[in-house]
């Protein structure tokens, strides 16, 4: 890959880098739908692009489109991506902006795979971006995700698992694509499935810590990208498992009439049964599906390789162990421990039903000092160590309650909370909490009352013990 660089271009055609900070952005107040037209009138009109000949549009978006064009010095045929930002963006934004748009071009130009679109060439032309891609032949996967144009599931799948492979292979090179979504997912006419569009692509080293405030588009975002949170690799699974979803039945998993409404059933709802959406499916698939559409990206799956395979489980159709702990343990859990106890047999069931029960092992951290969440946790067995500023504060037992002091006031955590040894906790979330009957939120509130008085009576207990040792002895 090459950074195109024409004598005689002038300023504006010249290589660009990611700067290492980046600033608050936000769009122009001179963006409309008219400069968009603008944007597009002006491109289209156009007979070259650089040294690249025009000969017709093969897609449009908000910030430009992408034409079928011709690289005369090779006589090769290529997809030209253009983008106008001057028009979209502030302009003390556009150097991070410009820049971001030729990150782009080095993350996906570093990733050789059969199964990701090649970058050929990448430049500037006036006040216009541009990048030479493969030109591919065949339609991407919106083509194939409503009822009526659906592919056979045995094709879903293998094309799934060939996707779950690619992006082992990103992850591998530190790369979160970020936006995966049927659209950036093309199918050609001789049957291979690529990976495009690497835009918002995150390079998972530390030195890379910022990145644009948008990510993602929202039907396919995972929970923690509508939360603003750090990603994983497990953010490309769930993004690819509502992919899944919708190309085995017609319908996204999450849906709402606002994006309110669909960023929270992206966070809190559960998806509906696959196999009420599509009975022919294997009963495993439902399973599968459960899984890669996990809210903790710790309990989706953490490979894709592991992803595909159990998609073949699935399709062969064999049974998959689940990993969850069965209902009757998690009845036995919540009322082994004090702080369940004055709830009710239907109110346990309701807590299982929105609750979710982690197992972690020795030292893995469950909080985090400075996170801002609205979720707070139950200890159900084992113990977890408090640290402060690195120090240990307490140790804390079965039945112990923490985070909702936090949680409660949307503040951040002021401590981490670690695994001392193999435990289980019980995570619930406040906002899904509100929802519930009144009676069962009346009654978290009383426990939380009660934890509260027991840790004043426990800390007042503490200092007249300290005052004790530190008062002189009698004669």
Wanted: charged share 30%; proline share 4%; net charge positive.
């Amino acid at each position: 890959m090459c950074v195109s660089q024409q004598p005689g271009l002038g300023d504006n055609r010249q290589r660009h880098t990611l700067r290492e900070h980046v600033p608050s952005m936000a769009l122009s107040p001179k963006w409309s739908r008219t400069n968009a037209g603008a944007i597009l009138e002006d491109a289209t009109v156009r007979s070259t692009m650089g040294r690249y000949e025009i000969l017709g549009t093969l897609g449009r978006g908000n910030m430009g489109e992408v034409f079928r064009a011709r690289d005369p010095m090779i006589d090769r045929m290529v997809a030209l991506k253009t983008r106008r930002f001057d028009l979209v963006y502030e302009q003390k934004d556009l150097s991070y902006v410009i820049g971001r748009f030729f990150e782009e071009a080095r993350i996906a130009g570093n990733l050789i795979h059969p199964n990701i679109v090649t970058i050929f060439d990448v430049g500037q032309d006036g006040d216009y971006c541009y990048m030479a891609m493969e030109l591919l032949e065949g339609k991407n996967l919106a083509a194939f995700n409503k009822v009526g144009s659906l592919l056979a599931p045995e094709t879903v799948c293998e094309l799934i698992k060939t996707i779950c492979h690619t992006l082992d292979y990103a992850h591998g090179h530190k790369v979160i694509h970020r936006d995966i979504k049927p659209a950036n997912l093309m199918f050609t006419r001789d049957g291979v499935i690529k990976i495009t569009d690497f835009g918002i692509a995150m390079t998972a080293r530390a030195d890379k810590t910022t990145d644009l405030p948008v990510l993602g588009t929202p039907s396919y975002m995972s929970p923690e990208q509508t939360k603003g949170s750090k990603l994983t690799n497990q953010t490309d699974f769930f993004s690819l498992g509502v992919v899944f979803y919708e190309l085995l039945c017609g319908r996204r998993p999450f849906q709402g009439r606002t994006l309110y409404e669909l960023m929270e059933n992206i966070r809190y709802a559960p998806p509906p049964p696959i196999l009420k959406m599509n009975p022919s499916l294997p009963a495993a698939m439902d399973v599968v599906i459960q899984r890669v559409l996990e809210k903790e990206p710790e309990l989706r799956y953490q490979t894709g390789a592991e992803f595909a395979d159990e998609i073949e489980q699935a399709m062969q159709g064999k049974s998959i162990a689940v990993t969850d702990i069965k209902a009757s343990k998690k009845v036995d859990l919540l009322k082994a421990v004090n702080f369940f106890r004055p709830f009710s047999r239907r109110e346990v069931q309701e807590i299982i039903r929105f609750g979710k029960f982690i197992k972690y092992d020795r030292n893995q951290v469950i909080v985090r000092e400075g996170d801002v969440d609205t979720t707070f946790f139950v200890l159900l067995s084992g113990r977890v160590r408090i640290y402060k500023n690195k120090k240990r504060i307490a140790d804390l037992s079965k039945g112990a309650c923490f985070g909702e002091m936090g949680a409660l006031t949307r503040t951040a955590r002021t401590a981490h909370v670690i695994a001392k040894e193999y435990c289980i906790v019980l995570k619930l979330d406040f906002k899904v909490l509100e929802r519930e009957s009144p009676e069962l939120r009346l009654k978290f509130y009383q426990m939380f009352l009660k934890t509260l008085v027991h840790r004043l009576d426990d800390a007042t207990r503490r200092l007249s013990l300290k005052e004790d040792e530190s008062e002189p002895a009698r004669s």
